[in-house]
């Protein structure tokens, strides 16, 4: 065949995912623009799974074995799009996209809590903190399906059932863990020992969730903590484990008190965008 009439060949392939509009993804108003107060909640609730996002990308190519590479890849990728929509309808409220949001905020404008920005740690720390973040996301978004918010409600309706799956590969690792060896008993003790005064945040009521819960929009922090007791009390009895009760991180990641942790994640997080602004690929 003559270079005339062979056909064209993209030897990059054809990269097509982000030609979806994210308002598709979402089974509720797409339309809808957030008040101030939703706006806020949902940056709340999409820096959490944003960071924990982050942070589990971080074990591509360095977890355990093949299988927890790909496992923990795609979980950060659920959170990833949860993020995404939350972020999205967050920014509706004043005309940010969500990259705006993602990129070029700096660390006192976050809202996430403590717990999701702490470091990897090793293994048994990431299981640890995976634990808690996911049964928390699991009673979180069980109840704002219910939300009179249409958005958040559809949100939450595909999000429960990608997080039920985190949830039960958190407890299988933490089983695993705590009644493996002597040194995965040790490192797992360790690591809830660690992660755990940083739970009791998740579950603080605020003004803000105290307004949007009287309306049916949001729900109660401390209304969750009670299916989160009752699967962490089943998880740790049958390993053998138990929750410190010590200390309690004072923490304020709602009102944009952070620790240091979070200044470098962002930095490795929003780096590629700032140095170059505006690039696409």
Request: with cysteine.
């Amino acid at each position: 065949m003559s270079d005339a009439t062979a056909p064209e060949i993209d030897i990059h392939g054809d990269v097509t995912v982000d030609r979806v509009e994210l308002a598709a993804e979402l089974a509720g108003d797409a339309d809808a623009v957030a008040s101030p107060d939703v706006a806020e909640y949902a940056l709340w609730l999409g820096d959490d799974s944003l960071i924990l996002s982050q942070q589990l990308g971080a074990w591509i190519a360095r977890a355990p074995e093949l299988e927890e590479d790909v496992a923990l890849g795609n979980i950060a990728l659920d959170l990833l799009g949860h993020a995404r929509s939350l972020l999205r309808y967050a920014g509706t409220a004043d005309g940010r996209s969500e990259d705006d949001l993602a990129f070029w905020r700096d660390e006192p404008e976050f809202r996430c809590a403590w717990l999701f920005q702490q470091p990897n740690g090793d293994f048994a720390h990431t299981i640890a903190r995976q634990l808690a973040a996911s049964v928390y996301q699991f009673e979180l978004y069980t109840g704002l399906r219910a939300s009179g918010d249409a958005t958040l409600a559809a949100v939450a309706e595909k999000a429960v059932k990608e997080v039920e799956y985190h949830r039960d590969h958190a407890v299988q690792w933490t089983l695993r863990l705590a009644d493996g060896t002597d040194e995965s008993r040790r490192r797992m003790i360790r690591a809830v020992d660690d992660v755990w005064p940083y739970v009791d945040e998740l579950f603080r009521d605020e003004p803000l969730t105290d307004v949007l819960a009287e309306t049916g929009v949001a729900v109660r922090p401390s209304s969750l903590s009670e299916g989160f007791d009752r699967v962490i009390a089943a998880v740790f009895g049958e390993a053998d484990l138990q929750a410190p009760t010590t200390f309690v991180s004072a923490a304020g990641g709602r009102h944009g008190r952070h620790d240091s942790s979070l200044g470098y994640l962002l930095a490795e997080m929003q780096v590629l965008a700032r140095q170059h602004p505006g690039a696409t690929w």
